[in-house]
């Protein structure tokens, strides 16, 4: 049985747009909108193995790219460590004086912003 691989839907995130246009489609098809080999194959007008080859090299691409870069993991990372912040952000906007919330709040935008340039 040919199963879905989670991680590669999560890689196609990050690396989707170096795919050529007709294998990002079927990515997209298979991992996104939860299509069938046969319904792809039907929209694409080849065959059902047609369209596992081009899923198998894909996935094969996607795994090298993450391999080399590590774009995915170290976005992980990042999002771990901005969690381990906002608990932080959180205590500190509990805290009954201003400055605790004064430093909440830009540690807030902080965090916004270390996400925001990780994308």
């Known amino acids: 049985m040919f199963e879905k691989n989670l991680r590669i839907a999560y890689l ?3 690396y989707g747009n170096v795919l050529d246009e007709r294998t990002r489609s079927v990515m997209l098809a298979y ?5 069938s080999l046969a319904e792809i194959a039907d ?3 080849i065959s059902r193995q047609g369209v596992r080859h081009i899923i198998k090299k894909a996935e094969e691409q996607l795994l090298f790219l993450e391999e080399r870069l590590h774009l995915a993991e170290d976005f992980s990372a990042i999002k771990e460590q901005a969690d ?3 608990a932080v952000e959180r205590w500190l906007a509990g ?3 201003e400055e605790s919330r004064e430093q909440a709040k830009m ?5 916004e912003n270390i996400l925001a340039k990780a994308l």
């Open 107 to 111: 540690l807030s935008s902080a965090i």
């Open 12 to 14: 196609l995130d990050f």
């Open 84 to 86: 381990v912040l906002r």
């Open 43 to 45: 929209g694409e007008k």
């Open 95 to 97: 805290r009954q004086d």
């Open 31 to 35: 991992y996104e909108d939860d299509l």
